[in-house]
């Protein structure tokens, strides 16, 4: 039986399972598979354009990120094993320094946490909004022209979640770093959500040419144990290994001047030895610390003689040669 003599039998068969008489079908085959045919070459062509401009939209985005990141001379992420360990204070307050320390005005910082973005409410700058020119969107001005870009101004309010996968994420900092008109700067540092999910992993793959990473941890064995995660991470992905620094490393009474090692101290230090990185330094437990960042000024501002604000200043001088070396090589 030719092929086509098939469709009036199957449809006459069709019917009389449907309990309905067999009369001869009026269905063509042949128009049936033209129409399918020309419905899928239909089809595939509108995929390929699709494709096709969606890879025009990536590259066209890809040379605008080149084109804003050759005016950023370094770039430095903040990372952190856990969450709470300071990091975010650790980044506004080495941003900061560095301004201090002769870059006014050619600092960055992008607060790439976004499910929790914490910079805007410690630079004091909640509830500001991205400005949109024709070059793109302007970062907001902080404490010494230090400039912000976070999911915060983006958000109806600061109580607003962020219920994102991963490549949406991806293509938000992508954006930041591309859409977003950062001048000439000396340096961007990059605030990190904690852990080595898409965030890191998206900074890392949309900056290789990223400077290196800094990594906050406290003293605690808990917190030990996680830095060596961030540490391979950090390997894994390329990216040098600026050095570890201790937050909360020891308190000191502000009343007898003692001081008390609330989370034992020094495991940054074993840490970093351990597994052959530097050690930046140690900033103590400062109840200024907490107080400025929830009253939006930076602590190192305030209080430029306390012994965390000496220690973020020598730290900022450790990460500059850090950066001298690397320029040598
Ligand atoms: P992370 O970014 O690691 O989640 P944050 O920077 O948000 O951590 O800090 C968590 C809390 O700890 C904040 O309230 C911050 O003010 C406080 N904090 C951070 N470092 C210190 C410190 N050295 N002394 C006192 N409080 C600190």
């Not at 239909?42 to 699709?50: A, D, G, I, N, W």
């Not at 870059?103 to 910082?109: K, M, S, V």
């Not at 902080?142 to 490549?167: H, Q």
Request: charged share 25%.
């Amino acid at each position: 039986m030719e092929e086509e003599d098939l469709a009036p039998v199957l449809s006459a068969e069709a019917n009389a399972s449907m309990g309905l008489p067999r009369k001869k079908s009026t269905f063509d085959l042949e128009e049936a598979t033209e129409a399918i045919l020309k419905y899928k070459g239909v089809f595939e062509l509108t995929s390929m354009r699709k494709v096709a401009e969606r890879e025009k939209q990536f590259s066209e985005q890809e040379q605008k990120l080149r084109a804003r990141m050759i005016k950023v001379r370094h770039k430095i992420a903040v990372i952190s094993g856990k969450g709470g360990v300071g990091k975010s204070t650790v980044a506004v307050n080495l941003a900061v320094a560095f301004a201090m320390h002769g870059h006014a005005e050619h600092i960055g910082i992008l607060d790439a946490d976004i499910h929790g973005p914490s910079i805007p409410r410690m630079l004091g700058l909640t509830g500001q909004r991205l400005q949109v020119g024709p070059p793109g969107a302007f970062p907001a001005s902080g404490t010494l022209g230090i400039k912000v870009v976070s999911m915060d101004f983006l958000l109806p309010d600061e109580n607003a979640p962020v219920i994102w996968r991963g490549p949406l994420k991806m293509t938000a900092i992508r954006q930041f770093l591309s859409d977003i008109v950062w001048g000439e700067l000396d340096i961007l540092l990059i605030d990190l959500p904690p852990g080595t999910g898409d965030e890191p992993l998206s900074i890392a793959q949309l900056l290789p040419e990223m400077d290196g990473v800094v990594i906050v941890t406290i003293p605690s064995k808990v917190s030990q144990v996680v830095v060596k995660k961030s540490v391979t991470f950090a390997r894994q992905l390329g990216m040098p290994i600026i050095g570890v620094i201790e937050n909360m490393s020891g308190f000191i009474c502000p009343h007898c001047g003692k001081k008390s090692d609330i989370f034992e101290s020094g495991g940054g230090h074993k840490i970093a030895e351990e597994l052959n990185i530097a050690f930046l330094g140690s900033i103590p437990i400062d109840q200024e610390i907490c107080e400025d960042a929830d009253r939006g000024e930076p602590f190192i501002v305030e209080h430029p003689n306390s012994a965390a604000s000496k220690s973020f200043m020598e730290i900022v001088k450790k990460i500059e040669d850090f950066l001298r070396q690397k320029a040598k090589k």
